[in-house]
């Protein structure tokens, strides 16, 4: 099961959808100060939604500092510290932006999701409890509530936030495929199987589903699935060595060791160490027929 709490995650990259420039303001501010914040904001919008987060960044400390006590400049910049992997920095400003305005359901679940990000469930579950007490349920939130969960192995908790999740929104695919994975972590590869179908035809373009059904079809013993499944996710974009390694596990078991030594040989030589191992083990067994 160790193998499954590593690999079958849907990254918070797929679910980190909150709006930038969600709220209102804290305090009255004179109407030529309020237009150049809200242009500053709109501009901060604009360049991230075109990919250019540094100039979004930008924009959003230049309304930080025109207006300080301005929650949506400080999640504004929360939001964009996030999307390029500094969340230390990013957990400063949206902490800022709910210290502002505590009663905002999006800043205490944009805080949530950054702690979620930084490993931190525990600190991520008390604010997406807060977000629910001071604003109405969505899909979104129970489902990142639901991750917070299930990171603290608080399984039973998780299937309830996620089922609630698929009730609000039944045609969220990642919804149902984090279901999967507690369904997984419970070794209940049944219904694990079945969300993961389901979340296959929602959304074929996803391939963390195609990545996380092989591990289920592994851990059941259909190593012909498995393969195939994985194969996909590559197909799709997918490169981590993990699931080269796991898709040459399974190719082994298929007894195509030459895809087998393939994938090992390519995970071996991104890094991953394990793989060198059974590269060489697969190399050694050839060369001795």
């Not at 979620?116 to 629910?132: H, M, Q, T, W």
């Not at 995970?267 to 060198?276: F, H, K, Q, T, V």
Request: proline letters at 3%; glycine letters at 8%.
């Amino acid at each position: 099961m160790n193998v499954i709490r590593r690999t079958i995650q849907l990254g918070l990259s797929l679910c980190f959808s909150l709006g930038l420039l969600v709220g209102c303001t804290t305090g009255p501010m004179q109407p030529r100060e309020q237009g150049a914040t809200l242009d500053l904001l709109a501009q901060c919008e604009a360049e991230f939604h075109r990919g250019h987060s540094d100039r979004a960044l930008e924009q959003a400390s230049e309304a930080i500092r025109l207006t300080p006590d301005r929650a949506e400049a400080w999640n504004a910049r929360g939001f964009v510290y996030a999307s390029q992997g500094l969340m230390g920095e990013a957990l400063n400003d949206l902490t800022k932006a709910v210290q502002l305005h505590p009663s905002n359901p999006s800043y205490q679940s944009n805080l949530g999701v950054a702690y979620l990000e930084s490993g931190k469930p525990d600190l991520a579950l008390i604010a997406f409890n807060r977000a629910l007490q001071v604003g109405s349920p969505s899909a979104l939130l129970f489902k990142h509530r639901g991750m917070a969960h299930r990171h603290l192995g608080k399984l039973k908790d998780a299937l309830h936030d996620f089922d609630a999740a698929a009730r609000l929104n039944g045609q969220d695919a990642t919804i149902y495929a984090s279901r999967a994975v507690v369904y997984a972590l419970q070794q209940d590869y049944r219904e694990a199987t079945r969300d993961l179908d389901h979340a296959a035809e929602l959304n074929g373009a996803i391939p963390e589903i195609y990545q996380s059904r092989g591990l289920v079809e592994m851990l059941a013993g259909r190593f012909d699935k498995a393969e195939k499944d994985f194969s996909r996710a590559i197909a799709l974009g997918a490169s981590d060595n993990l699931l080269l390694y796991n898709r040459g596990a399974a190719r082994s078991m298929v007894g195509d060791l030459v895809g087998a030594h393939e994938d090992y040989a390519r995970s071996c030589r991104n890094g991953y160490l394990p793989a060198c191992t059974f590269s060489q083990f697969i190399a050694q067994t050839a060369s001795a027929r």
